[in-house]
């Protein structure tokens, strides 16, 4: 969770920030609620794939969690507005 803040906080500092430091935190709160012990194993093998690591991380079940994400976010924004 650490390295997902620091990478908002990055985006943050950017010229077109706000918004990129909107996307990262989604991605990453998907991240978050898709995670399974199935990935953490995966992680931990020997001569790892990184293109494998990468298409896992980022199954249906990542995709499932980032649509949920979007909503809240969307939903906060209209609430707000």
Not at 4 to 23: L, N, S, W
Request: aromatic share 10%.
């Amino acid at each position: 969770m650490r390295a997902a803040t620091a990478a908002v906080r990055r985006e943050a500092q950017r010229p077109d920030g706000e918004a990129q430091a909107i996307d990262t935190l989604c991605h990453e709160w998907a991240h978050a609620l898709a995670w399974n012990f199935s990935l953490d194993r995966l992680a931990k093998t020997p001569g790892l794939d990184p293109i494998e690591f990468e298409r896992a991380c980022h199954d249906e079940a990542w995709g499932c969690a980032f649509s949920r994400v979007w909503r809240a976010y969307l939903e906060v924004g209209r609430l707000v507005a």
